[in-house]
């Protein structure tokens, strides 16, 4: 049991100030900014709901978030198993264990434009390792800054490259805090691995699991820098995910009010997607 | 060797081929490069390494990247840890909705607060300093640090806290002489991955720098750019971005999987 102790607020205090300026401040203006029109020269006017209305209503916010939809999805479904996969085949311990852990974590510890680039040089057509493999060796004709598919297949591989050993590293915490007795119990039980998977190791990678994918939803949401190094958005509009398609309304146009609005659209949605997940994967526990 | 054993060797290696590419690229020539393919270097040069070495522009990226990183990994730390301990100790006013507040400052996308970031940061004078950045970075690295750090300290038993007050220790004496050490193995795994995410994002650490404190990765982007096709140079400044990382990863190998798992969500 907990103290009530009220002075815990002056321990949380300089977290409070320190996250609240920068959440707050940026957050406000950009409120601001959502319910205004400007025409440069610090002019600004006020438009009410206008942008809203229009955004909502616009077929590129649509095209762009459904993009977006998709993206995230797509990660999803290949990461979370693949992730899960990986961490059962690992061994439990030993010298292995380590290595496995460090090398793991390289792609993690890239910076993002790093890996956009880094894919950018690795699938160029005919002097990158993969493009020239696709194209000069299995004969498959392979291009992403032409054909829109061959881009959406290199982005989403890149994500799966960059971000599948979070997923590991979470779920194989959560494998190595079960008790060996358990295991133990299953073989006297004559479990199946199926079952010692569905009723022990499930269950005791809910947690992780949930902040693995609580994780992967917010971050491949807001993802920006990487498909923007590797693809810029293209061929065409088919890899603009909502990020790219709001910084080119932002700093592009200049459309200061219409990006705000749109910006706000979009921390809602990951806002209340997150919240239903979290709220549905902890109802149980109290 | 057990054959399951093959998906994590299979996935390591699918994971180290665009690693590789990138540093055979960075020992080739750009001729080398561009002149058609090949699986090793031909012309083994480490001129690209050289110019980055050489070139005040290049290692001064490296230095800047280091200097904030390290900055907001001690600020993120210091506003965490007492944090942290209310709430793992505490039960106050608010204390789960803050709780909660403080992890969707996560969820608000980068792209978003780029622009109000930059007016921000300008309107206070902080822009273009190593501070701008260090701060900045702390709204999501200070609920990560938070959470994290949480979850160790629930961990110790409370009995630890009575003890030390019926020893006579006094609060400040007893938080950094006998808590803090006990929980070393998570002030490390918060300190990794503050470190981390400070290292890899570039969006804000770009918008808030303009030349004296400007990001090694952001020094890639624009020299590549206005240098033409230098591909080797940027492969070879990409390869030395990997290394800091890498140290630190090292170090804390055997805490990072205990970090998460003890989390609480």
Redesign the interface.
Known sequence: M???????????L???L??A???L???M??VNYSVQETFGNNQFFWVGLRWFEEILQSERFHAALGRQMLFTVTILIIEIPLGV??A????RRGFWV?V???????????????VG???N??TLP?????G?TLN?VLGIDYNMTQDPLAAWITVIVMDV?HW??LV???S???L??IPEAYYQAAKIDGASNWSVFRHIQLPKMK??L??AV??RF?DS??I??EPF?LTGGGPGNSTTL??ID??KV??GQFD?GPAAAM?LI??AI??AV?WLF?TLM?RDDR | MKPRYLVPIIYILFLLLPIYWLIAMSFKTTNEILGGFSLFPQNFTLDNYRTIFTESVWYWGYFNSILYVSLNTVISLIAALPAAYAFSRYSFIGDKHLFFWLLTNRMAPAAVFALPFFQLYSSVGLFDTHLAVALAHCLFNIPLAVWILEGFMSSVPKELDETAYVDGYSFHRFFITVFIPSIKAGVGVAAFFCFMFSWVELLLAKTLTAVDAKPIAATMTRTASSAGYELGLLAAAGVLTIIPGAIVIYFVRNYIAKGFALGRV
Do not use: E
């Not at chain 1, 907990?2 to 002075?7: A, D, M």
């Not at chain 1, 059962?88 to 061994?91: R, T």
């Not at chain 1, 005919?126 to 993969?130: A, E, M, N, T």
């Open positions: 907990k103290t009530v102790n009220q002075h815990g607020w002056l321990f949380v300089p977290v409070l320190l996250v300026f920068n959440a401040v940026p957050l203006t950009v996969a990986i059962l085949a690992m061994p380590p496995c852990l460090v090398l793991m974590s390289l792609p993690l510890l890239i910076p993002w434009n790093v680039a880094m894919w040089i690795f005919d002097i990158g390792l993969l020239y000069n490259w599948t050993s590991v590293l979470l194989y915490a959560g190595i805090s947690r992780v949930t902040i609580l994780l917010m949401f807001n920006y820098t190094v909502l990020s709001l910084v932002a700093l200061l910006s979009y921390f990951t806002l997150s979290y902890t």
